[in-house]
């Protein structure tokens, strides 16, 4: 309850049957008493819950609100990942990890990101600066050098950055 009290919800949801293209797949109603301002009051984010969805290729794709439907009836439509006008991370995997993960992205233009790692604790562990091509990219990290627990990185570009977290298992 207390995300709800913040005035926040979150959704994960998985299946494993197709559904086709167009098919209302979640619906959210809401009970509003006066004037309500729907962009400002509804906003899909990674506070809580990434914000992502793959089709059964592992297809990437952004999700967004569409406040261009009736007023009563909003939907939430798929974009394809060229229209991304910056870096995205699509995926982490294997996420807990023993050898090696990989950090799977997305960059529309070539860019040279800078990667760092911290341990639990805050303390800086590495920092990578990756010179990459557009495209589907992927950055191997190799556990040889990491401590066992919770890792968080950083990517950064000249205009973007995620923030994240990994697990190193023993």
């Not at 007023?71 to 910056?86: A, F, G, I, M």
Request: net charge negative; aromatic share 10%.
């Amino acid at each position: 309850m207390e995300m709800a009290i913040q005035g926040k919800i979150t959704v994960s949801w998985n299946a494993t049957e197709h559904s086709r293209l167009g098919n209302e797949l979640l619906t959210l109603d809401v009970a509003v008493h006066g004037a309500i301002d729907w962009k400002s009051a509804f906003k899909v984010t990674s506070s809580i819950t990434d914000v992502e969805a793959f089709t059964s290729n592992t297809f990437y794709h952004a999700i967004e609100l569409d406040f261009s439907a009736p007023q009563h009836n909003q939907t939430v439509e798929s974009k394809s990942y060229q229209d991304l006008p910056s870096l995205s991370l699509l995926e982490v995997t294997p996420n807990p990890f023993y050898e090696q993960c990989q950090l799977k992205l997305f960059l529309p233009k070539a860019e040279t990101i800078r990667l760092s790692l911290y341990d639990a604790s805050g303390r800086q562990i590495e920092v990578k600066w990756l010179s990459l091509e557009a495209g589907y990219q992927s950055v191997l990290l190799s556990s040889s050098h990491l401590p066992v627990g919770m890792i968080y990185y950083r990517l950064d570009t000249a205009s973007t950055g995620w923030t994240g977290w990994l697990v190193r298992g023993e």
